[in-house]
């Protein structure tokens, strides 16, 4: 091959890298309550947080990465990660555990394991299972969604439920997992009416299904990134926006804790600069009403 070749399919393989980083460059979708009561929140541009009973703001150790899961036993904290090309697992802290991904949604199940999606090039992914010995198994396997733009589409986020049963979020759809590893749809195409648009995020995302959980009588909450909406799906699938935000805040991750539900939100912007995305923490209490919890960590 005559060396201005080589030149240009190297400088062809750098420009489609940026685009691709550049794609899926988004906020951090991560929130979790502990069984006492703290609050854990990611900071795509600081880092993971912690809100005490005593209402105070504390800064957790561990990198500013998108995702992270509560191990609040700890049977992780020793636990050997993959080694995955691009991606990173960290474990943090004791009681609970953080456990902080770069690349990929995460949950801790029922059973005490780290599950994560991965793609298998372009026409699978699979959900792998990581004990606390660090033995991995695939515990399920899903035909990849393509895009408008022609580009897989990514799995946004992954929850626990009862029984093991895994919750994962796609652009517009969102489906679970069974403790035997079946995938099955609970809703697909998934439209919000009044959708605001929200800066970085492209229109062909659609609703842009982001982080989700799943209540103890089987509602789903998801935010509805491209929307800002939190949006619950019943257990017939029924769909209804139960949060509005104000562009250009939008919710990426809920929880569901003592009855209430708890949105991360961040100020989007149409660029790749972290420390412009400033996160909010507020949550919908059991009656109803609308709470700011964190206005901001920097």
């Known amino acids: 091959m005559e060396p201005t070749v080589i030149v240009f399919f190297r400088l062809l393989v750098v420009l489609l890298c940026f685009l691709a980083s550049a794609a899926i460059a988004h906020p951090g979708a991560s929130i979790h309550v502990t069984a006492d009561g703290r609050i854990f929140f990611v900071d795509t541009g600081g880092g993971v947080f912690v809100v005490g009973r005593d209402g105070r703001l504390t800064k957790h150790p561990g990198h500013a990465f998108h995702w992270f899961a509560l191990d609040e036993d700890s049977r992780l904290a020793k636990t050997t990660w993959p080694s995955i090309p691009g991606a990173e697992f960290e474990a943090v802290g004791l009681h609970p555990t953080?456990?902080?991904?770069?690349?990929?949604?995460?949950?801790?199940?029922?059973?005490?394991?780290?599950?994560?999606?991965?793609?298998?090039g372009e026409?699978?992914?699979?959900?792998?299972?990581?004990a606390a010995s660090g033995a991995q198994t695939v515990h399920a396997r899903f035909p990849a969604?393509?895009?408008?733009d022609g580009t897989i589409g990514y799995v946004?986020?992954?929850?626990?439920?009862?029984d093991n049963v895994l919750y994962f979020s796609l652009d517009r759809s969102v489906r679970k997992i069974d403790a035997k590893g079946r995938v099955s749809t609970i809703v697909d195409n998934v439209q919000v009416p009044g959708c605001i648009r929200i800066p970085g995020v492209e229109a062909q995302l659609g609703p842009y299904l982001r982080g989700l959980d799943v209540a103890p009588n089987g509602t789903i909450f998801v935010a509805a990134a491209g929307c800002?909406?939190?949006?619950?799906?019943?257990?017939?699938?029924v769909v209804t926006p139960v949060l509005r935000t104000t562009a250009p805040y939008s919710p990426t991750a809920v929880t569901v804790a003592n009855g209430e539900v708890y949105v991360l939100e961040y100020l989007h912007t149409d660029s790749d600069d972290r420390s412009e995305w400033l996160p909010r923490v507020r949550k919908i209490t059991s009656k109803g009403k609308v709470e700011m919890v964190v206005r901001g960590t920097r």
């Open 156 to 162: 946004n986020g992954l929850a626990a439920g009862a």
């Open 228 to 237: 800002g909406a939190v949006l619950t799906i019943s257990p017939k699938g």
């Open 98 to 120: 953080v456990v902080l991904s770069s690349d990929y949604p995460v949950a801790v199940g029922t059973d005490g394991a780290l599950y994560f999606p991965r793609p298998i």
């Open 145 to 148: 969604t393509t895009r408008m």
């Open 123 to 130: 026409t699978e992914w699979q959900f792998v299972r990581v």
